[in-house]
C-alpha cells in the first residue's frame, strides 16, 4: 500500500486459494499469562495478572487480594470512585497504559446495569469485558456479490496497533452506546460516513476475543457490520486516527488479514465476512469455517 492517497487496486475475483494458516485465529486464544479472578459484588468480571498482585495490595481498605481472587470490597456507590483512584495509581506506575479518557461499563454481558465504571485502558489490565464494533465496508458487483473490501490503515501515532492495517471503520463502544450506535459515531470519525449511510449496515457475527495482549487481556465481544459501498463512494478519515484508505480486491486483502498485516481483530473481522460470504474456496471454507467457530458468540 502506497503511504498515502485512496486508491482502487487489481482485478476482482473470487479466491482460487486461501492462506493456509491464520495467525489472528490463534492470536485470540492465546493465554500464556497466568491470572486471577476479579470479583465485584459477588461476580466474577474478569481477570488481574498473577504478577500484579503484589501492587495492588497497597489497598487493603478497598481490595481483598489473595492467589484464588482479587475483590473489590466498597459499597456499590463508590466502586466507580474507587477505581478511579487506584487505576490513576496504576497507570503512574505503568501499569495501565494508552490511557484514552473514555468511560467503559464494568458488565458481564451487553446492555446489563454496570457494577462499575472505568477508563478504558484499565479494561485490560482487570481483564473486564468490553465491546467493539466493526465494520466490512465492501463493494459488490452487478449481482450482488462482493469484489472489493475497504481497508484503513492506523495512524502510526495510535495508542495501540500504531501503523497497522484495519477495518474500514472500527471501534470501542463505551458506556451508554449500543455497538450499532457506536458503529454509526466511528463511520462518520474513520470515514466520513453519514449517519444515514451507516445505519444500512447489516449485522454479521459476534467474534469473542480472550487473549493476552500488550497492554494486558483482551476480553472483549466484537460486534461485526457489513455495509456495501457504491463503486463512486470514496471514505474520507475526520478524525487522523487513520493515515491511508484503500479499496483492495478481496483476494488481496484476505491475504493480507491471514499474514498479520491487519490487528488480530480486523483479521478476524475480514475472514469471518469471507467466510459468511462464501468468497473462499470450499476446502478452505470448511477448514477456516471450523476454527472461527470456536469463535463465535451469539449475533
Known amino acids: 500500500m502506497a503511504p498515502s492517497s485512496n486508491r482502487r487496486a487489481g482485478h476482482a475475483g473470487r479466491l482460487s486459494a486461501a492462506p493456509s494458516r491464520w495467525a489472528a485465529i490463534d492470536a485470540a486464544r492465546r493465554q500464556a499469562v497466568p491470572r486471577t479472578a476479579f470479583v465485584i459484588g459477588g461476580t466474577v468480571v474478569g481477570s488481574v495478572a498473577v504478577v500484579h498482585l503484589g501492587a495492588l495490595r497497597r489497598w487493603p481498605r478497598w481490595l481483598s487480594v489473595s492467589d484464588a481472587a482479587v475483590e473489590l470490597r466498597v459499597e456499590a456507590s463508590a466502586r466507580s470512585d474507587v477505581l478511579t483512584q487506584v487505576n490513576a495509581r496504576l497507570r503512574d506506575d505503568g501499569l495501565i497504559v ?25 479494561a485490560r489490565f482487570w481483564g ?48 451508554g452506546q449500543t455497538p450499532a450506535e457506536a458503529l454509526v ?27 493476552d495482549i500488550a497492554e494486558g487481556f483482551m476480553n472483549e465481544d466484537l460486534h461485526t457490520f457489513d455495509l456495501a459501498l457504491s463503486p463512486g463512494l470514496t471514505p474520507v478519515n475526520q478524525d487522523g486516527e487513520v493515515s491511508e484508505l484503500h479499496c483492495l480486491p478481496i483476494c488481496e486483502a484476505v491475504e493480507r488479514a491471514a499474514t498479520g498485516e491487519m490487528t488480530v481483530d480486523a483479521a478476524l473481522v475480514t475472514l469471518d465476512f469471507a467466510l459468511r460470504q462464501r468468497l473462499l474456496p470450499l476446502a478452505s471454507h470448511e477448514r477456516l469455517a471450523a476454527q472461527m467457530a470456536a469463535l463465535l458468540g451469539r449475533a
Request: a positive charge; hydrophobic letters at 40%; glycine letters at 12%.
Open 98 to 122: 494508552a490511557w484514552r479518557d473514555e468511560i467503559y461499563p464494568v458488565v458481564t454481558r451487553l446492555g446489563e446495569p454496570p457494577l462499575a465504571l472505568i477508563e478504558r485502558a484499565a
Open 128 to 175: 473486564t469485558l468490553t465491546f467493539g464494533a466493526h465494520c466490512n465496508g465492501y463493494v459488490a458487483d452487478a449481482n450482488g456479490r462482493p469484489t472489493h473490501l475497504w481497508i484503513a490503515r492506523r495512524s502510526p501515532h495510535k495508542p495501540t496497533d500504531p501503523g497497522k492495517l484495519d477495518n474500514v471503520v472500527g471501534g470501542g463502544v463505551p458506556h
Open 185 to 211: 459515531r466511528e463511520g462518520f470519525e474513520e470515514a466520513g460516513l453519514d449517519a444515514a449511510t451507516m445505519r444500512l449496515a447489516r449485522r454479521g457475527s459476534v467474534i469473542a476475543l480472550r487473549c
